[in-house]
């Protein structure tokens, strides 16, 4: 089989494959210790302290997981056509893209992880901030955060990979259901929050779900995501 031949395709700009989604995070890492270092000079040690529990929920390390969110998307709406194209089939793209989903998760993990280990251990870079170090990532030990990681990447590449692949196979109706399916759940949700004394409880209550019940959740829509997308893949469509 010609997997490699399918890893290779994924990979073959090394730039936009690795490069640019690790130079984005590099910047936006660097923008975080010039804003700590300004609030530092300011307001002292109290800044520091305030950083540091304010930015459990810091959103810059979507600088990096941003992109590998959308690989999944460009994986079937790019390479798949391509693939195929080329004479490869449809199990040895999905098997070779696996494997490509499997890598980018394990690495970018591991990044993630060394990245929270330096952060923790040098005080949040000696400022307090946190990049790496997040509720997004995990701020359990660091084995943790190896674990989330490597989930939620993985999870998103198989969903997003579904989601496109359901595009090939029923076009255009299938995304006029399927926003129209996610409009009215964001609907039902605010709904709920503004009306419901009982869901408002119900959502606060979860933030104290165990870590393991939570990675049981994303582990559980990662394996539907993949199911899905690979009974889709058989007989979707290159558009």
């Not at 696996?98 to 970018?108: D, I, K, R, W």
Request: glycine share 14%.
């Amino acid at each position: 089989m010609r997997i490699r031949n399918v890893i290779q395709l994924h990979t073959v700009n090394r730039l936009a494959a690795i490069g640019w989604p690790l130079i984005i995070m590099s910047m936006s890492l660097a923008l975080v210790i010039v804003i700590g270092a300004i609030a530092v000079s300011v307001g002292g040690a109290d800044a520091s302290r305030g950083m540091n529990v304010g930015m459990q929920w810091n959103g810059a390390i979507f600088a990096l997981l941003g992109p590998l969110i959308g690989f999944g998307f460009t994986a079937m709406g790019q390479y798949f056509p391509l693939a195929l194209g080329l004479g490869l089939t449809r199990r040895e793209f999905a098997i070779g893209t696996a494997l490509v989903f499997l890598g980018n998760a394990l690495f970018y993990a591991t990044i993630v992880t060394v990245g929270k280990v330096v952060e923790v251990a040098t005080g949040g870079f000696g400022l307090g901030v946190r990049f790496f170090d997040t509720h997004y990532t995990g701020v359990g030990p660091w084995w943790q955060t190896l674990v989330q990681t490597s989930l939620v990447i993985l999870t998103v590449c198989f969903v997003g990979a579904a989601i496109t692949t359901a595009f090939h196979r029923w076009g255009q109706s299938f995304l006029w259901v399927f926003w129209i399916a996610l409009g009215l759940l964001v609907l039902a949700f605010v709904a709920g929050m503004l009306l419901s004394a009982g869901f408002q409880a119900f959502v606060g209550s979860l933030g104290s779900v165990e870590w393991a019940t939570w990675m049981g959740v994303v582990a559980v829509i990662g394996a539907a995501g993949a199911a899905a997308w690979l009974a889709l893949v058989r007989r979707a469509q290159v558009r």
